[in-house]
């Protein structure tokens, strides 16, 4: 079980950090949503965000397959009695999202102590995404309904370079 529990998190690491998803959109992905074919994956709307279909990265897709066809049958075979009829088709049922991504963010974090949650590793996907890809195609790949939304990130990384920029000034 320990190894299915290892793929199944590997997948979802992936999807947070290649994908900048947030474990509410992790929590509606549904198996018909991935498109290992062509490499992409649909990610539905939420209350605060659009639909849209991200590139998988090409280290993401045996990972994908594994997980789809050997090791999320045999976690369902495991949890029959524990997941709900209607959670089947989810590509990672649980009964409690939050408290998953959480566990594999503290494991994350005994790889690298710097890392807080969850929510850091999307805003850190984000403002790499800023860094290589127009305002637009930004928002877009963040699923941000809004602009503004997307500018914060911007906003953020300058005051972020500015704290840097102060703490390791050589005329300081």
Known sequence: MAKQLHQRNTVILGLLIYQGLDSGEVAKLETT??????????????????????????????????????????????????????SRSYLFPSKKYSDMICKIA?????????????????ASVIMNWLKTNNIRQVQYMAGHKSIRSTEQYRNQDLTDLTNQLELFHPLK
């Open 33 to 86: 949503y991935i498109n290992l074919a062509e490499g992409k994956i649909y990610v539905p709307s939420g209350r605060s965000s659009n639909a849209r279909t991200l590139k998988l990265q090409a280290v993401q897709i045996l990972p994908f397959k594994t997980y789809i066809e050997e090791t999320r049958p045999k976690l369902l075979a495991k949890r029959n009695l524990l997941v709900a009829e209607r």
């Open 106 to 122: 503290e494991q994350a974090k005994k790889v690298n102590p710097e890392l807080m949650d969850s929510r850091q590793i999307r």
